[in-house]
């Protein structure tokens, strides 16, 4: 697990993370990917980039853009084909961050929440937010409530986006350039540090 005062970046996708032209928290967090663990339970997981690993903006840009890349070899293995480029494929446009410490103080108490080194092919640095259902009991409207809380919390944690493009989308820098990342009203982070 990452110490609380780490720092994990949260990478924004064009096109699936964009409403209108801008990336509104509510997107850039929009839920949790179900899987399931090596003992079949399941869990919840938001992929992020660890910090500790990416020293700078240029070193956080370039994972972004590996991230794209491998998000969109997964999807063209799903499609068994090609993908429209600018339609089906992803790209990278930037970056928020989100301090560790901030993700533990998310209101839990029939969940878990953490963030782990989870490396990926190509993607070292990978790390995931995980939720998992603890021990206390509950009903499914409780829990319900209390994800959508963590979602809505972990979107508030979101702050300093920086935009990026990516060389490999240059074609598409005119419609990528117009994409603003938005933390919302005016505010400072939930901790900084």
């Known amino acids: 697990m990452l110490n609380a005062d780490e720092i994990v970046y949260r990478c924004a996708l064009f096109p699936r993370m964009v409403d209108q032209g801008i990336v509104p928290p509510e997107k850039a ?22 910090g500790a690993m990416l020293p700078d903006w240029a070193a956080v840009h370039d994972y972004g853009c590996r991230t794209a890349v491998a998000a969109n070899d997964y999807l063209t293995e799903k499609k068994g084909g090609p993908l429209i480029r600018g339609e089906e ?13 901030s993700i533990m103080q998310a209101p839990c108490k029939l969940f878990d929440l953490g963030v782990f080194h989870h ?67 005016d505010k400072p982070p939930l901790l900084t540090g």
């Open 29 to 50: 967090i929009a839920d949790f990917f179900t899987e399931k663990d090596d003992e079949g339970n399941k869990v919840y997981t938001i992929s992020v980039g660890r």
């Open 89 to 101: 494929t992803l790209h990278y446009i930037g970056s928020y961050k989100v301090n560790v410490a």
């Open 119 to 185: 490396p990926m092919p190509n993607l070292p640095e990978h790390c995931n937010i995980a939720m998992r259902q603890n021990s206390v009991d509950g009903t499914r409207i409780e829990r319900s409530a209390e994800r959508t809380g963590i979602i809505v919390y972990l979107r508030q944690s979101l702050y300093d986006p920086d935009s990026h493009i990516c060389e490999c989308d240059a074609d598409l820098k005119e419609t990528l350039a117009e994409i603003k990342l938005s933390v919302g009203p």
